[in-house]
Each structure stands twice: as C-alpha cells, then as structure tokens.
C-alpha cells in the first residue's frame, strides 16, 4: 500500500443515521475537497457491507464486494493513513439475523445465520458470522490510543445555551445494583510477562483435556489477565435484584454492552432474561428448547416463537405480572429493556437516565425511579457514585460546569475489548488454565458448566505510547489529570507498576493522580462542578463508558464529541462520535421526512483530518480547507444551524447547507491561498443567494414517509434522492 494508491482522505461507508447523512454531506466534502486536489474515496465498513464481502461464494459476480474493512485494517498500519470514522453497528445477533433477511429478501443468496450448528458446513457458516457480530470493526482500526474531547467551540456553545436537565430528588429511589462476588471484577487475575510467549487455553474436567484456544501468542511486555463470571453466582444475583426491585417500587432495568462485548455480555443478557421468566422456562423448558427459543436473542425473539402456544403465554403474562414493571425502550409498542440485546447500551442508557434526574420510561407511559443492574462490579461504581453525587448536590449546570476530556488505552485490542477470541462459556465443571509453551502456568480457575470466562491483553508499546499520549495532553492543557485505574484490581494493578516509572522518567509524575474509578468519577464531578476542567486517563473500556457520561451532561450527546486517534505508525483515525441514537432517527426519517442527525462530529472530525493532511503531506491547500471547516463549523453553532428535533423545523440537510455555506464563505474570505479564494467566491455567493429556494425546497421534502429501499442495506438512488432533495442546493455543488 503506498501514497501513490490510497487517497488521501477515507470516509467510511457505514449504516443507519450516520450513512444517511453522508449521502448528502459527502458530496459536499468531495466538491470542496476536489477544489484543493484533495482525493476523498469510501471503503464500507457497514453491517451488510461486511456480510457481504464475507461470503463471496454465495454470490453472483455483480454481488460481491471487497473486504473494506481488512484493507482498512492494513492501511491504518500505515503513516500515510488519513481516515474519518463514522459510527457503525456493532450487531447483536438479533441485528445480524435482520441484516441477513434483509439482503436475502433482496436477492442475496446467503446463508441463514445458524443458531444452533449441527454440521460442518454450518459451523463453518457461522464461525463466519461470528467474526462480524459485535467489535469487529473498532478492533481492527483503532490502531492507536484515543484523545477524545469536546472542541473549544462546542463546549462553549453548549455553555451558552445549556440544554435540559432532569431534577435529582435527595430521596431518589433510583440505585445501581452489581454483584459482589463472583463476578469479572472478583475473580481476575493478571501477569506482564518478561518475555514473548505462546499460550494454550485448555479446560481440564474429569473427562480429560479439551484445548479450548490451541494458541495465542504474545510479545513481550504484554499485560496477559484470565478472569470468569459464576453463572451460579449471576443466576442468585439476578434473582435477588428482581425480588429487591419489587419491594423498592422501581423499574427493573439491566445495562450490559452486547454489541462490543458480543460474546460475554448476550450470554448475561440470556441469564436475565431467563431469570425474569424462570417459572416458565421451570415449567415449559423442553418445549421452549424444541421452539428454539434462545434467551440470549432477547424476550422479543422468545415470545414470536411461543406465540402460537396459548399455555406458554398465558403463564408469560402470569410472571409479567408478579414481577417489577420494567424499563421500556418503547413503551407504546411494548418493548422492554429485555426485547433486544443491543437495545439498551449501557454507555449510552445509563448517562441518558441520569440527565433525566434517574427517571426511566415505564411500562405506563411516565418516568418512574429505576434499579439499574450492572452485574460486573468492575465499572459499576462509576455510575452508582455518580448517582450518588447528584443525589447530594442536585442536578447538574451545563451552563457553568467545566469538561471532562479522555485519553484512552485502546490501540491493538488492548484490555476486554479485545478478549472475544478467548472468552468461552464453559460446557462441563473443571479447571481452566493457560499454560505457555515452557509448561508455565500462567493463570488458572476452578469453573462450573455455564460459567464465563475470558482473557485479554494490553501490549506494552500501546501502554507506553498512552502514558506519553497523557503527558502530552496535560502539558497542553495543565489540566488536572487522573488515571482511572484501581490498585485492588488485578489487571490495574500491573498497568500501575508500568505507567509509575514513565512518569517518574518524565519528571512528571506530581502532575498525575492514580484513583479507582470510584474516587475518580467523585473527583472529577467535583471538579467540573466548580467549573474546572480534568482529563480522565481510562483503559479501553472506561473510555467508551465516560465518553459518552461526560459528554450527555455537558453537551446533551456524544455525537459532538472530537475523537482523535493519533495511529502508532504515523496515520490519523478520526471518529466522528456515537450512534446510539441512529435507530430512533432513521425511524424518525422513514415515517415523517424529518431526519433529527447531527452531522457537528463529522463537521469536527473533517477539520481535523484535513489539517492533519496538510501537515503531514506538507499540502498547503488543504491546510486552508481544514481552517476553514472550523470556522464553518463555528458558524454552525454561533448561528443555531444544527438540526431540530421536529418535524417541519431545520433538520439534517439544512445544517449541511449551512456548513457549505459557512466553509464557502471562509474560503472565500481566507488570503493565503488566492486561487481557493477566487474558486469558491461564487460557490459562497450562490449559496447566499439561493437560501430562500434551497431553505423551503428542503421544508418541502419533510412531512410524508419516505422509502429508503432498505434498513441495512438501502437502495442508494433512493437514498440520494431522499437526502438531496434540493436541485438547488444540488446544482451549485455539482
């Protein structure tokens, strides 16, 4: 791969709200880019995409698709790698399955996804699947560490105009529930080893030896951990809260990540769907296997398979009604917290429960006070001592709190992130060990069947360079800087023993404090109550966590944020914020034409990817164009151009208008380049003038269901049609 065949700039092709926004924004980039002899090309990294490309030999010729994604992932091992990285799907198997029908439905010979394997070929055909459920992608490009941070420029706007936040009660019901024992956080244990090594993974059972993992291997340095979660454990656990939820009057809600942690985490949503129901599956349990029914697909998937089955769903209703009232993801349609496992995201559900004042939506229709179990205690306590804080000092001022910015350890799968390969549910009592190749055994735990255990790892030069990546920031910042990592925890305990002597090395080690996510969420809250600013210095995890906590409270969204990942070769990734809202706007936008998406993360992340062309290509122009989409992006928030939330207002479209507009008129504006100047002077005066006419050609398209020719894999004639519905706005950028 070299300069001469990649183009300088990557915009990833991805799904749902984000991919409909950049059929209109992308022409844009492209016509304004061009100006500048700045090459911007696509590669699809999006849920269909991939299924796509991963079976070739299901498919016709004109069908097939190259594997974006593993392009991408050579490329980002390059210094000349310049990508701008949009949201995409982390699918649950629920999503999967959908996107698969979806393609099937439009003549796509694939495979069914099997959800019980009997014979090789569908073994083969779903160990294929399970490389693209969940954090396929992020793993693979996220060949670096992550500044992520709110810009000067909207930070400032949100302060100016403070969005709505819910009022905490001192006497707020509202809790957070993890387990104490047997849990990830309890039973891990972690080792750097001196040496690069081969591990095997093996379960030894009354049986004999199963090789769970034959091989995996580690370069020296590498922070190697081993941990389980007790299903014995989980199941009381489950059990208890459900009954505690009761008696407190709460909505019971479960907040797990099974689209990142795909192979972990849909196995605890499993357990707690089973337990919500465990008379029946008691009752009717050869039955509901016969069904096929599969409690880690979620209670949707359950109930369309029983719904034939009259006793089975009258004792559903029988335990609904013995139970809690539930957190609903939409009340009006009856779906709960349980539905769907990719439905409630614990990075995004959690934040967005706590700037309502701990209030979640029940099954009535009204915000009630909740019970928000987090079984694994290892970043539980952020959220429950934030919970804590506000029911002490009341709700929270985005007009005069300052920010939490973050640097996080995520380059080369580090930490849990990366553990899916090595995570297993385990079929029989035993012992499981990993055992390097000198006959070292490196780690071991006594299991029972249906326990979860996993390994992950963190490499030493990603280590390294995040520690260096955090002295950089706090040199730039002066900011108060903390590392969120717990001395009591086995894997943070080895990271302390590393990132102590680089500090001490840097002379720089006064300028840094060590807490455990606890004390740290404490501190950092009191911090930007007083309107000060800190950077929290995560792990890989904690990083996706508090990047969109922080961010909810002082922004309203994560999708603003600026996310930077500086790529160990030299390259630039820059990511354009979260989609955790993208489902509810593309349903917004099939129904009504009004398309509520903010394109400001993309606006930000543009800016950024060209100054960094610039300077890294020694490109004076494009340099130029980067300052430039800053001021637009400026004159975006100073001017409350950003979509709003109803239909008949400004939505999507019209904020990229003004972004053109905007970037147009600085360009024009702008005197060191000339010739730039002189080619956008009309573009900024066409746009200025063609404002009635594009405004209300835009307002015309809202109001009426549109057709995008599919969810997953849209119709693009369609979907351009929908996104550009202005000729006039269409005729200027042509």
Request: charged share 25%; with cysteine.
């Amino acid at each position: 791969m070299s300069d001469q065949t990649t183009p300088d700039i990557i915009y990833t092709k991805v799904d749902e709200a984000p991919e409909l926004a950049s059929a209109s924004l992308l022409p844009i980039i492209r016509t304004f880019a061009a100006a500048a002899g700045v090459s911007v090309d696509t590669r699809d990294i999006s849920l269909a995409g991939r299924i796509i490309a991963t079976f070739p030999e299901y498919l016709t010729e004109d069908q097939r698709q190259s594997d974006d994604l593993a392009w991408l992932g050579e490329l980002v091992k390059t210094p000349h790698a310049n990508v701008i990285k949009l949201p995409n799907i982390s699918a649950s198997v629920p999503q999967l399955v959908a996107a698969i029908r979806e393609l099937q439905g439009q003549g796509y010979a694939l495979p069914d996804y099997p959800e019980t394997p009997a014979t090789d070929e569908e073994k083969a055909v779903r160990a294929k699947y399970d490389t693209i459920k969940g954090s396929a992608v992020n793993p693979v490009l996220r060949e670096g560490n992550s500044d992520r941070r709110a810009a000067a420029a909207v930070k400032k706007y949100a302060q100016d105009n403070p969005h709505r936040i819910g009022d905490w009660a001192a006497d707020s019901k509202t809790r957070v529930a993890a387990m104490t024992s047997g849990d990830f956080y309890s039973n891990e244990t972690s080792a750097t080893l001196d040496a690069a090594a081969t591990a095997k993974i093996v379960l030894e059972t009354s049986d004999g030896e199963t090789v769970l993992k034959d091989a995996v291997s580690y370069p020296a340095g590498t922070v190697v951990d081993a941990t389980y979660m007790s299903a014995g454990a989980l199941s009381t656990f489950l059990a208890d809260e459900i009954e505690k939820t009761k008696a407190d009057g709460t909505l019971f809600s479960l907040h797990l990540k099974a689209t990142m942690m795909k192979v972990s985490d849909p196995i605890i949503f499993g357990h707690a769907v089973k337990a919500w129901l465990q008379p029946v599956f008691d009752k009717h349990g050869d039955t509901l296997k016969d069904l096929g029914v599969n409690p880690n697909s979620g209670l949707g998937d359950l109930l369309e398979r029983v719904k034939g089955n009259p006793d089975i769903m009258a004792d559903i209703e029988a335990c609904r009604a013995q139970r809690p009232p539930m957190y609903m993801v939409d009340s009006d349609r009856g779906i709960t917290n349980l539905h769907v496992p990719s439905d409630v995201i614990v990075d995004a559900s959690m934040p967005a429960l706590i700037s309502s004042g701990g209030k979640g939506w029940g099954p009535d229709g009204n915000p009630h006070d909740a019970t928000c179990v987090i079984p694994d205690s290892s970043y539980a306590p952020v959220y429950d001592e934030t919970i804590k804080f506000f029911k002490e000092n009341g709700k929270f001022n985005p007009a005069t709190a300052g920010t939490v910015q973050n640097i996080g350890l995520m380059a080369q799968k580090a930490e849990e992130y990366g553990s899916h390969p090595t995570t297993f549910e385990i079929p029989a009592d035993g012992v499981v060990k990993m055992v390097l190749e000198d006959g070292t055994v490196l780690h071991k735990h006594t299991v029972a069947a249906g326990d979860i255990w996993r390994s992950a790892s963190a490499r030493k030069a990603p280590i390294e360079d995040w520690v260096t990546l955090a002295i950089d920031r706090q040199a730039a910042t002066g900011y108060r800087a903390i590392f969120w990592l717990d001395e009591n925890r086995a894997h943070d305990a080895e990271l302390i023993m590393l990132v102590k002597p680089i500090l001490e090395a840097k002379g720089v080690a006064d300028k840094f404090e060590i807490m455990a996510p606890r004390q740290a969420t404490r501190a950092s809250l009191e911090t930007i109550t007083k309107g000060e600013n800190t950077i929290a210095i995560t792990g890989n995890v904690l990083r996706d966590y508090l990047t969109d906590l922080f961010p909810i409270l002082e922004l309203a969204t994560s999708a603003k944020m600026l996310s930077i990942v500086k790529l160990m070769q030299g390259g630039g990734l820059f990511e354009t914020g979260a989609g955790g809202s993208a489902p509810k706007h593309v349903q917004d936008l099939v129904s009504t034409g009004h398309l509520r998406w903010d394109s400001l993360g993309e606006f930000c992340a543009l800016g950024e990817s060209l100054k960094f062309l610039g300077e890294s290509r020694q490109n004076a122009k494009a340099l130029v164009l980067g300052r430039a989409a800053e001021q637009a992006t400026q004159g975006v928030l100073d001017h409350g151009r950003s979509p709003n939330r109803k239909v008949g207002q400004p939505d999507n479209r019209h904020s990229h208008y003004w972004f053109a507009r905007y970037w147009a008129e600085a360009l024009a504006a702008q005197t060191e380049d000339a010739d730039l100047a002189a080619h956008f002077a009309p573009i900024a005066k066409a746009l200025a003038e063609g404002e009635a006419a594009i405004v209300a050609e835009l307002l015309d398209a809202q109001g009426k269901p549109v057709d995008l020719g599919g969810y997953y894999h849209g119709d693009p004639a369609k979907v351009s049609a929908v996104m550009r519905p202005s000729p006039t706005l269409n005729a200027i950028i042509s």
